[in-house]
């Protein structure tokens, strides 16, 4: 694995999930995503929920769940899931992801603009690295403003507008972040002979 960011701040640190974070991941990511209730349409809202409440409880090795915590809990997670991975979309229908992706991104209210969001970003563009992925997806909707905001400073690039699809599915923006492998050490230079 390559180097993760720092693992620890003066008051988070970024670990891997265990089954046991699965309740305190719960009840963050359903407490980021209450502000959009009255924001997304109807006709999507339920199909939201339900594919929110089968990722939350999903126990694959197809996916990974990551958190920041402090010593009061859990504050920060989102689900790294690996190419080939098969889930269910908004329109109830499953989908095998050919490129790896960060879904459910969520922060505490009580711990937002602290950067948690963009350091477990930055953990799953490691993690796409580290897989030898070619690019690490990202799908919001656009009352997101925060995460497509985050998306476009941390070099995603659209790749769909909402719109572009039909039904459910229709609210979704794609962002796509370009994964480059590392660039070798450069050698130690020779001593002159």
Known sequence: MSQLPSPSSPRFHYRLATASDWGDIATVTQEAYAQYHLEIMEDCRSSFQQGMRSVLASNSAEMEWWVAEADHGISGAVL??????????????????ALPEARLLA????????????????????????????????????????????????????????????????????????????????????PAL
């Open 80 to 97: 790294f899931c690996h190419p080939g991975a098969t889930l269910q979309a908004l329109d109830g229908s499953t989908i095998t992801l």
């Open 107 to 190: 922060v505490s209210t009580s711990a937002r603009g602290l950067g948690l969001g963009r350091t477990l970003m930055q953990i799953c563009i490691e993690r796409a690295r580290d897989i030898g992925a070619p690019g690490l997806m990202v799908r919001t909707m656009p009352e997101m403003a925060a995460a497509n905001r985050l998306c476009e400073q941390m070099g995603f690039t659209r790749r769909t507008e909402a719109g572009a699809r039909s039904g459910p599915l229709e609210r979704l923006v794609d962002y796509v972040y370009p994964v480059t492998k590392e660039a070798p050490p450069e050698p130690p230079a020779q």
